[in-house]
């Protein structure tokens, strides 16, 4: 047993096609013709609670990333390249059809899709500026309309919605966190200042938990509070957040830098506070729906990066301290793991279960244990080349000799952690050595890569084999599919090394070809040693 990760089936395809009927009724009745339905909350996150699981409610998908649209006549469910084979396993595709995110995006098939005329709706708390932006070019292309709705039409027939998450909000020791949040405040304001900006808002709960120094746990494997912040350039900012989740001693220690509302109370002071004043929203975060407050209420949108992501993008002394106290516990409680796997899996009776259930066991031994940072992929076999595989009861296999992937990550109160490795079960194979040599030499010459200034966005870009999810600034989301790609050199068995080397060897090329790789000799320092 786990404290923090669960091996059900937590996917009901089965109910998915009388799901989208009630939809469809739904829409029949209010003269619409189409819902999109995201996989993302009004937050934007990559996890979510229950509450807002609307699209693995209504297809049966659980991945992290995705995008369903339901049409009178038919339906799409769009995901990248990590969910190709989840989402057939996950979704009955007689009702959805599974399409690829950034091959197919969804404003191009509702351009060729949509008829003139029709009425597609989507929820504005759920879609960003930008989303908002490609959807209504994408609909005026096609002749069509994109129509916001005030209540989101999934939350109208999921009659047995789970409750939205009260966990209680705590303060984030001073001692970890390197800096007071009256200091953060004042550093941001004068950024404000400087741009001559009157405010700025934020929907992203991880921008409130640095600035504000709290942390919580309403969504797994992130310590998040939900709640959103509104920073004034002087003055004292707006924390608004539940406030069932703030005991009496929390909520007098925050109230000495900041006002607290309620959540339900945003429009009104938003409305308020803005008029007539600029305010900053990062376009790629922020809800439809507040930009619309503002822009109702008199303000002025100034488009731009988040300015606390920025500022917590950069960290201090106390935060490198803690993150390296995290990976120096957190390996040495791998390396107790490492011990046992390399005793008990040749003995045979191990499962990814039971592999992924020791895995957190020692973890919990270090007695600081908050929370996985993901769940644990814990794969054998053929489910090793499944990206973000998930392992639950029905798809458990046994650990046999060949190539086993354990991808996982820890929260501890002073950092997060993330480590993937390839363990050899039994004899390594000639076969077995020489894929994975290969695919690794490919990865430490693509390791090694230099990208002049300013590429980002234009030759870097081109070669990422997965886009950005959406615009949304997630390094899990954003960034975690191309480093899985790079960092983990063997998938599985020798049949699936081959379609990793030559995903290695395709993206060298293109570097290569580019002039973007270093010409320094690569030193291995396992060769170096004369080992392996």
């Given at each position: ?476 989301s954003r960034y975690r599919p191309r480093r899985r790609l790079l960092l983990i050199g063997a998938r599985g068995p020798a049949t699936n090394l081959e379609t990793w080397h030559h995903a ?29």
């Amino acid at each position: 047993m786990t404290a923090f990760q669960s091996f059900d089936e937590i996917s009901q395809p089965a109910l998915g096609p009388a799901r989208a009927k009630s939809l469809r009724e739904k829409l029949a009745a209010l003269g619409l013709d189409g819902f999109l339905v995201p996989r993302s909350d009004i937050h934007q996150n990559e996890y979510c609670p229950p509450s807002e699981e609307r699209l693995a409610w209504l297809t049966g998908f659980a991945g992290s990333a995705g995008i369903a649209i339901v049409l009178s006549d038919e339906a799409s469910i769009f995901v990248d390249g990590r969910y190709t084979v989840q989402v057939r396993e996950q979704v009955d595709i007689g009702t959805f059809t599974p399409r690829h995110l950034i091959e197919e995006p969804p404003e191009k098939w509702l351009e060729r899709t949509l008829k003139p005329g029709a009425k597609l709706a989507y929820d504005p708390s759920l879609q960003s500026i930008n989303e908002v932006e490609r959807l209504r070019a994408a609909c005026e292309k096609a002749g069509a309309i994109l129509v916001p709705v005030s209540e989101n039409l999934i939350d109208s027939i999921w009659k047995d919605r789970p409750a939205a998450p009260l966990a209680p909000i705590v303060l984030h020791d001073v001692a970890l966190a390197g800096e007071t949040s009256a200091s953060k405040i004042a550093r941001l304001q004068a950024k404000l200042a400087e741009q001559k900006l009157d405010a700025v808002f934020t929907n992203d709960a991880h921008a409130a938990a640095w600035l504000f120094n709290i942390r919580g746990s309403d969504v797994s494997h992130t310590p998040l509070p939900l709640s959103f912040a509104l920073i004034p350039t002087s003055g004292q900012p707006t924390l608004f957040a539940d406030g069932r989740k703030l005991s009496n001693a929390v909520r007098d220690d925050l109230s000495q830098h900041m006002t607290i509302a309620e959540p339900g109370r945003i429009d009104a002071m938003l409305g308020a506070a803005v008029k007539g004043k600029t305010v900053q929203l990062d376009p790629a975060m922020v809800v439809e729906r507040f930009a619309t407050v503002i822009e109702q209420a008199g303000g002025r949108i100034q488009k731009g990066s988040d300015p606390v992501a920025l500022l917590r993008a950069v960290k201090n002394e106390a935060e490198r301290a803690g993150t390296r106290a995290a990976h120096i516990r957190d390996g040495a409680a791998f390396v107790n793991f490492l011990a046992w796997f390399n005793e008990a899996a040749p003995k045979g009776g191990e499962t990814e279960i039971s592999v992924a259930e020791a895995l957190e066991r020692c973890r919990a031994e270090t007695g600081v244990l908050k929370d996985l940072s993901f769940p644990s992929i814990s794969s054998a076999g053929p489910n090793a080349a499944i990206p973000h595989y998930r392992v639950s009861h029905a798809s458990n296999l046994p650990v046999t000799p060949g190539l086993f992937l354990i991808d996982s990550g820890a929260q501890y109160v002073d950092g997060t952690t993330d480590i993937t490795r390839t363990i050899a079960v039994g004899e390594v194979t000639p076969l077995m050595k020489d894929r994975y040599t290969r695919v690794l030499k490919g990865h430490i010459a693509i390791a090694l890569a230099r990208f002049p200034k300013g590429a980002a966005g234009s030759q870097l870009d081109s070669f990422a084999p997965l886009g950005p999810v959406g615009d949304r600034h997630r390094f899990r989301s954003r960034y975690r599919p191309r480093r899985r790609l790079l960092l983990i050199g063997a998938r599985g068995p020798a049949t699936n090394l081959e379609t990793w080397h030559h995903a290695a060897r395709t993206r060298h090329d293109s570097l290569q070809r580019a002039g973007l790789l270093s010409r320094r000799r690569v030193r291995h320092p396992h060769r170096e040693s004369g080992a392996g």
